[in-house]
């Protein structure tokens, strides 16, 4: 059950090469976002205290470990980028995707 359930997680090869495709959307849309006025400072700071705790000593004491070390920041940066959208107002996020979507 543990590998069935390990192996779903897993990117296939099409939805790797969507997701590297996409990144530069997604990159634009958290400048964007950081920079609209709109947007609540306390969500402002979410990324930026991620990254903070990337470059503490435990964190960095981690990058000794091979495999962990990669995982904290992956984990750190995912959750922090995730917990910024979360914070951000709904309808903000949905203007600034319209917007890229169309290109502006």
Do not use: N
Request: with cysteine; hydrophobic share 55%; net charge neutral.
């Amino acid at each position: 059950m543990f590998r069935s359930m390990l192996r779903m997680q897993f990117l296939g090869p099409m939805q790797l090469s969507r997701l590297v495709m996409f990144l530069p959307q997604f990159v634009r849309l958290f400048y964007r976002l950081i920079t609209d006025e709109r947007v609540p400072m306390l969500a402002k700071m979410v990324p930026w205290m991620g990254l903070l705790l990337m470059l503490t000593p435990p964190a960095l004491e981690l990058d000794m470990i091979p495999i962990v070390g990669e995982l904290d920041w992956i984990l750190i940066g995912y959750l922090s980028l995730k917990v910024f959208i979360w914070l951000c107002p709904p309808d903000v996020v949905r203007e600034h995707v319209s917007q890229i979507g169309r290109g502006e």
